[in-house]
């Protein structure tokens, strides 16, 4: 009894030693119309126009913590007359069936809400091959499509961390 009362108390002391590690920074590059908190600075990794002529201004942010974690902001603009191609839940549900159609992804969780008044979307799947989960949220902000993700390797995951970047994400109103 003595020896799981130690290794609970060593588990609970080491998860509040890793909590109280990380340094949560606001990011909220210049025009991006958003704050975010990420645990650390993220990399600009990808700023390219996509070649689609549908889709402008993609940004990528990803900030990998521990090689099993990484923690990730990307958003392009949609062109006016694309965007009214289909409704806005429309958009979610293309993407869904995208990443949902994928060998060994699974949909654990979906659930659809308003942000600030804009339609969002969460997902949750697991890839049983390589143990991976996407905690995903999406937010289509009149025409710029944010998406926040949170790759975990491995079983387990951070679920505190998870929901605290994709909760701490806000749209900026011009």
Do not use: C
């Not at 993220?42 to 996509?50: A, G, K, Q, T, Y």
């Amino acid at each position: 009894m003595l020896r799981k009362s130690i290794l609970l108390i060593t588990i609970i002391i080491f998860s509040a030693g890793a909590w109280a590690s990380i340094k949560w920074q606001i990011f909220s590059p210049d025009g991006a119309r958003f704050t975010i908190l990420f645990p650390g600075k993220p990399e600009l990794r990808d700023s390219r126009r996509p070649d689609d002529e549908n889709v402008s201004n993609a940004h990528l942010y990803i900030y990998t913590m521990d090689k099993k974690n990484s923690y990730t902001l990307f958003y392009f603009d949609i062109s006016d007359k694309h965007l009214k191609s289909r409704t806005k839940r429309g958009w979610f549900d293309d993407i869904q069936f995208r990443l949902g159609s994928r060998p060994n992804i699974r949909i654990n969780k979906k659930r659809d809400f308003k942000l600030s008044g804009y339609p969002a979307r969460d997902l949750v799947l697991f890839n049983s091959k390589d143990m991976i989960t996407y905690n995903i949220r999406y937010v289509l902000a009149k025409n710029r499509m944010y998406t926040i993700m949170v790759v975990t390797r491995g079983q387990k995951q951070a679920l505190r961390n998870t929901r605290k970047f994709l909760d701490s994400f806000r749209v900026k109103r011009k």
